[in-house]
């Protein structure tokens, strides 16, 4: 089932005098194609789980269409959408058993779609078994640790064979290690039952890591959709370029002069088909290089060496970021002096317009 | 030395409730049993179970027996049920939600006494006036009722209505609060998957308001089994004469009452009610204990 956000906007109208509506989402277009996972990606406060709700109805929108497949769902209730949900604190019925709740949904079906209590029992085993969990039926939702809680809450939304599955901050509340694992476990669930599937986070690594695509947010604004590895090599602004990848870009005031970007007075790239102007420069942590014939020189601060990855902390007059940061593969390490040269990747380097940190294709000379 | 240390902080607090909780309660246990007791000679003719004969024969005492349980019995599911309406009322209604809360909640600030009179100039017939409702009842063709002197039923009816509207607030406010503290998420939930509201009333809201609800029930029980003044503000303090004594009342006239001077069969009274308050309080916890089982 394809969902189809068609300039979308949700305004919540300010209680204060005088001051201005908030609009938490903000004329948002995208076709989600069928069978695709989506990642709804954004700080706090972007709209992401606003642009949730609105899909799952449990919000109406200010103005704007959605579409599930060629059915107009925009004023239809949430139990008429036919919409799985699973919520951050995964919301179980704490009184009843985990078969008692994978099975709520399907008891409230009324009159000839009714199952009876033998069907209903089967389809919540069957629901059970996919998130294999039909070994922990009978216990009650505190019995079970917070990963075995999230695949109750995935069970009770698939029970009803929804038509899209919507998942809001699911792995938040789970720690570091079994994140890993539930986020595999999420898209192994997603392609065999091939459900439209959108969720939400404010982890950049965990949407990049399953989705089919994502949708970046801020305030409200779609900033960029797209396969996440096109949306990393490719930013197409400042703040998307900072909130994709770990450590983050460094960012530095710059120009272009010449045929090339100067940052801090020297020559780091030869580029092509850029007009002279002050530009943001941001360069990925592992598009520097170790180089004595560098033309970038910035100062060492520290060396920290973790598991695989020799990171250099250094210092620039230029920067923006607030640390700035090089992961380099390097075997001796005492090697590097307090002042060292890197040689840029270019696919690594890219810059933003001053005004509007959009950002400016360019060519590398001799490329 | 380390095992004296917590019993000398204690101690204050002990010492306090021995002497004015468990002395006390000792005494009365020993006057029940203490035939013909004299408090101002300090002296019986003998130990026995004759203060128990003497109190459950009393007609005075089965006539307060009866009132209480009556009491009891209609009161505390009335209560619970019509706090429980109103709460959820109130909560379903989040702009006006403060302003009613604060009206309902005005009789539990208000002196007893002076409920009492309230209702007195409600209900009460005097030569000049039959009282507010009843000039309702005439309005609607029927004739005046005597709810204060008149019959039983009726005495029982305002004694009944008073005591649902005393204790309404509090139990309007345990269940606004215990309301407010289920999780939104699971009403959210609840509407995804096509919930009635029925159903989400009977399989999500009340199990998990339902030790609320318990304790409300339970703290219900005892109270209106010890209820006497409420009775007093409406009838005057001559209850064996109105029909409508209660147990306590009936304690108390035995102590302090017209002829008074009985702390022996008193403390049988005292005894018994205990014993009533007991046995239905502990039939409370077993089924509460059963249905609340994790």
């Excluded at chain 1, 986070?201 to 965990?206: K, L």
């Excluded at chain 1, 989705?211 to 604004?221: A, L, N, P, R, T």
Aim: net charge neutral; hydrophobic share 45%.
């Amino acid at each position: 089932m394809k969902i189809v956000l068609d300039h979308l906007t949700k305004r919540y109208p300010n209680r204060t005098k005088g001051e201005a509506d908030v609009i938490a989402v903000n004329d948002f277009n995208f076709e989600i194609p069928d069978g695709k996972l989506i990642g709804l990606l954004g700080p706090s406060g972007c709209g992401k789980s606003t642009t949730l709700n609105l899909i799952s109805g449990l919000e109406t929108a200010t103005s704007g269409k959605i579409w599930f497949g060629d059915d107009d769902v925009t004023n239809v209730p949430p139990e008429n959408r036919g919409v799985g949900l699973v919520f951050q604190s995964y919301a179980l019925y704490p009184h009843l058993t985990v078969r008692q709740n994978i099975m709520f949904p399907l008891e409230n079906v009324k009159g000839k779609d009714r199952l009876t209590k033998e069907q209903m029992k089967e389809k919540a085993l069957e629901a059970a078994k996919l998130v294999q969990i039909e070994m922990l039926m009978d216990r009650k939702p505190s019995q079970l640790s917070g990963g075995q809680q999230q695949r109750v809450a995935i069970a009770r939304a698939l029970v009803k064979l929804p038509r899209v599955l919507l998942l809001d901050e699911p792995l938040s509340n789970l720690d570091a290690r079994l994140r890993l694992a539930t986020r595999e476990e999420i898209r192994r669930i997603q392609t065999e039952t091939k459900l439209t599937t959108v969720f939400v986070t404010h982890d950049q690594e965990e949407a990049m890591s399953i989705s089919d695509f994502i949708v970046v947010m801020k305030d409200g604004i779609v900033q960029q959709i797209g396969k996440p590895q096109d949306v990393y090599d490719h930013p197409g602004n400042l703040f998307v370029a900072k909130f994709l990848g770990t450590p983050p870009i460094n960012v530095f005031e710059g120009k272009v002069e010449n045929g090339a970007i100067v940052v801090n007075g020297e020559r780091i790239l030869e580029i092509e088909g850029v007009e002279d102007q002050d530009v943001y420069v941001g360069i990925r942590p592992e598009g520097f290089l170790l180089d004595e014939k560098g033309t970038f020189h910035c100062a060492k601060k520290q060396v920290e060496v973790m598991g695989r990855d020799t990171s250099i902390v250094f210092d620039n007059p230029a920067s923006v970021s607030e640390s700035l940061r090089a992961i380099i593969t390097l075997d001796n390490r005492d090697a590097i002096g307090d002042t060292v040269c890197f040689a840029l990747k270019p696919n690594k380097v890219e810059i933003f317009k001053k005004d509007t940190e959009a950002r400016i294709d360019y060519t590398v000379k001799g490329a | 030395m380390r095992k004296i240390k917590p019993w000398l902080y204690l101690l204050p607090a002990i010492l306090f409730l021995a002497a004015f909780m468990v002395y006390p309660l000792i005494d009365v246990f020993i006057y029940s049993f203490e035939e013909g007791y004299n408090s101002a000679s300090q002296t019986f003719r003998g130990v026995g179970l004759y203060n128990y004969m003497y109190v459950l024969r009393d007609p005075y005492f089965i006539q307060a027996l009866k009132n209480t349980f009556i009491l009891v019995i209609i009161t505390v599911p009335l209560s619970t049920g019509i706090a429980l309406l109103i709460a959820l009322g109130l909560n379903s209604i989040p702009k006006l939600k403060d302003l009613f809360q604060t009206i309902f909640f005005l009789p539990y600030v208000t002196n007893t006494l002076a409920v009492g009179l309230v209702f007195m100039i409600l209900f009460k017939k005097t030569a000049y006036s039959d009282g507010l409702i009843n000039m309702l009842i005439n309005m609607f063709g029927g004739s005046s009722i005597d709810f204060i002197d008149g019959p039983y039923w009726a005495k029982m009816f305002v004694l009944c209505f008073y005591t649902v509207w005393i204790v309404l607030p509090f139990k309007i406010l345990i269940l606004t609060s215990a309301l407010a503290s289920v999780d939104q998420n699971l009403y959210k939930a609840a509407k995804i998957d096509g919930t009635s509201r029925w159903r989400t009333f009977t399989r999500i809201t009340l199990p998990m308001i339902s030790p609320m609800i318990f304790y409300l029930i339970i703290t219900g029980f005892i109270g209106a089994f010890k209820a006497y003044s409420d009775a007093v503000a409406l009838f005057g303090t001559d209850l064996n004469a109105a029909g409508m004594n209660t147990i306590v009342g009936y304690i108390y006239d035995m102590l302090y009452g017209n002829g008074g001077g009985y702390p022996s069969y008193a403390s049988s009274a005292a005894l018994i009610l205990f014993a009533v308050v007991l046995t239905i309080t502990a039939i409370n916890l077993t089924l509460s204990g059963s249905g609340n089982k994790k």
